[in-house]
């Protein structure tokens, strides 16, 4: 008997499942982390379920009938088919789901001002710009569409910046200057260099001092700053994320102290994917969540392209979801002629 989910209201990945039905995997549970239900959409890649947080009464089941029912919290039954990849696979499934929806949830905290400064570092084309980049998007979305709502969640004046390649010291100043009220965020990505300078890092951990003034000051004569109407102390109001392929147990000497004072001023979020089948699970997830939608494909090209991903994954340059990207990139230039490209650009000689 197929049991579905109607969610009366709940939202996943910033996106509202008010009125929404999906089969039903998993009823609804309380666990350490709240209640959940486990559902699966017709539309999933190989059928992979999707664990959503809510309350017990924010959903309703109904039979194949139609006809709603009663299943009582912690209820036993299970669509057992679909339970098959669960129990195979889910472990490390929600293992790697948990660490980047907790990097959602803590972009939004940034957001918000709740937290100062995050660290993220992961294996390159994991998806950490990504998940941030869509997060901060949809959040300003929802801000710009709650504008002058008494009920809005999101504060009016957010902004966020992206901060890609080198930055001298005097541009990581000027930087935090144009990015220093509340609500702003700054993202620093694969900007690496500034956390191997010494001067870049005083500044960066005086920007996300636990004080409740974060006063930054730059006493040196600048011309580039008196130009530009920079005052020479101002006080960091804003927050930081920093997204790095850096593993910062490997950093040693004079750098790993400030490294560490820098790690103990923000929340560190470690989301490498040590072996294939974690780069999978990775890919899998995003494909699930949209990640190929912007194509336009059609099911069964967005399956034909999975099928080569599964097929080649040992044997690609680089197993991730950029690599993914690449591959969509080819299959949406021309449908007959993808494959060979593929084969020939994206795999290991």
Request: one cysteine or more; proline letters at 2%.
């Amino acid at each position: 008997m197929q049991i579905t989910v109607k969610f009366l209201r709940g939202r996943h990945k910033l996106q509202s499942l008010k009125g929404k039905t999906y089969n039903l995997v998993v009823p609804w549970n309380s666990g350490a982390l709240g209640g959940y239900v486990i559902v699966s959409s017709n539309d999933d890649i190989k059928g992979i379920p999707i664990t959503v947080k809510c309350n017990y009464d924010d959903i309703e089941y109904y039979d194949q009938f139609g006809k709603r029912i009663d299943i009582p919290p912690n209820g036993e039954i299970k669509d057992f088919a679909l339970m098959t990849t669960v129990n195979e696979e889910d472990n490390n499934m929600q293992r790697i789901r948990d660490a980047f929806d907790t990097l959602e949830e803590l972009t939004i905290d940034c957001v918000t001002g709740t937290i100062r400064g995050l660290l993220v570092s992961g294996s390159p084309g994991c998806g950490k710009s990504y998940t941030v980049e869509e997060t901060l998007s949809a959040v300003t979305r929802e801000a710009e569409a709650e504008r002058g709502s008494q009920v809005s969640k999101y504060p009016e004046n957010l902004s966020y910046r992206f901060v890609r390649g080198v930055t001298s010291t005097i541009g990581l100043y000027q930087i935090l200057w144009d990015n220093r009220m509340p609500n702003q965020v700054t993202i620093f990505d694969d900007s690496d260099n500034i956390l191997f300078e010494e001067n870049s890092l005083n500044l960066l951990k005086h920007a996300l001092d636990s004080s409740k003034l974060r006063i930054l000051s730059w006493q040196k004569e600048s011309k580039v700053l008196q130009s530009a109407n920079i005052d020479k102390e101002f006080e960091f109001r804003g927050s930081i994320i920093f997204l790095t392929n850096v593993k910062f147990e490997n950093v040693v000497g004079r750098l790993a102290l400030h490294i560490e004072a820098l790690l103990s001023r923000c929340h560190y979020l470690d989301l490498d994917l040590k072996t294939d089948r974690d780069k999978m699970a990775r890919i899998n997830l995003l494909v699930n969540e949209g990640m190929l939608n912007r194509y336009g494909f059609t099911h069964s090209q967005q399956s034909e392209l999975m099928r080569f991903v599964r097929e080649y994954q040992t044997q690609f340059r680089e197993l991730s979801p950029r690599m993914v990207s690449k591959l969509a990139d080819l299959m949406k230039a021309d449908t007959h002629t993808w494959e060979r490209k593929a084969k020939l650009t994206c795999l290991k000689t």
